[in-house]
């Protein structure tokens, strides 16, 4: 899991980009002790349809199932998958990650297609979110 995205992971992925499009999707990279990586789709509560606010409802849940959470993703609908201001300002708290360890997906979608995903990761020595190594491909 930490080396890319396992394919039928990314086709989850996929079908959730491309159904919420225009408006961004989101949810969560989670996985079970005794299961594979799953994406757990969850509600996109922001008004603008440029913006995602993730449903805390989905971590509560998640938490109670006991899941591993791998990832936060999000959709950029005709936009370049980098993390926005408004990205970065969910993602931290007080210039630290909100959740240690815990990497930010971004799905690029383009004319209601997903055609790409970065993997973003917390790099301590910059203190900053970068792009996580290995691959990422749709």
Known sequence: MQAGVPSG??????LHAEAEAPRE???????AADGPARARPARNLAASPGLFLLDPAALVASRRREERLWAIYHSHCDAPPVLSTADLAAALV???????????W??????GRAVGLV???????????VVAPGPAAL
């Open 25 to 31: 999707a989101c949810g969560l990279v989670v996985q």
């Open 106 to 111: 971004i799905i690029e979608v383009s004319g």
């Open 119 to 129: 993997r973003y990761a917390w790099c301590a020595a910059r203190r900053d979110f």
């Open 94 to 104: 007080e210039g630290a990650p909100a959740w240690p360890g815990v990497e930010q």
């Open 9 to 14: 992971l990314a086709a989850s992925l996929v």
